[in-house]
């Protein structure tokens, strides 16, 4: 839901969310507002239509984002088997040469799973996994939520004013002196 509310905090982004049932669920047990939160966000949800605007290579869009990306719609992506809206978009996406960024935040990951995000990252497809930053002493969940949403983002060259970046081996240990 970060990364909604970083989307909707930029004005010049026109967000399209596409929720799949297993998102929303997740989104509800895991977001202390729930599914409510996409909706009060101010985007336009499309779900289930596969003649949405986005399922359409002539509806431009500078990319797309899936996150969380499960490995069965990662697998689906690379195979190009365009299931639902979110497969189709993901597939419009890729047959126009657009930016496609996938979330994976499965663990661990097997040999297919690998395949998969290899194959997927020679098309040009952004793997960017949940991962923490240490080096930016996150003090809270937020903390490392802002930077996932950061990495994103970058994906795209929009800049997050919640970002905290790295600044040199000489920053992080006067910041580390800072917090002790």
């Keep these: 839901m970060a990364l909604l509310q970083a989307l909707r905090d930029m004005p010049e982004v026109e967000t399209h969310l596409v929720m799949s049932k297993w998102a929303k669920t997740t989104i509800e047990l895991e977001t202390p507002d729930g599914a409510r939160s996409g909706r009060a966000g101010g985007l336009f949800p499309q779900p289930g239509r596969p003649a949405a605007t986005i399922s359409s290579g002539s509806f431009r869009t500078d990319g797309m984002i899936v996150i969380p990306c499960s490995m069965k719609t990662l697998a689906g992506i690379r195979a190009g088997y365009a299931e639902g809206l979110v497969g189709r978009a993901a597939d419009v996406v890729l047959k126009e ?5 996938l979330v994976p935040r499965e663990m661990p990951l097997s040999t297919i799973h690998l395949e998969n995000m290899l194959a997927l990252s020679r098309m040009g497809v952004a793997m960017v ?5 240490y080096y930016n002493h996150p003090e809270t969940v937020d903390d490392i939520t802002n930077h996932i949403v950061t990495r994103v983002l970058d994906q795209f060259g929009l800049d997050y004013h919640k970002a905290r970046r790295w600044n040199g081996l000489r920053t992080a240990e006067q910041f580390a002196q800072e917090i002790e």
């Design 129 to 133: 996994p949940p991962m923490p930053a």
């Design 97 to 101: 040469g657009r930016k496609l960024v």
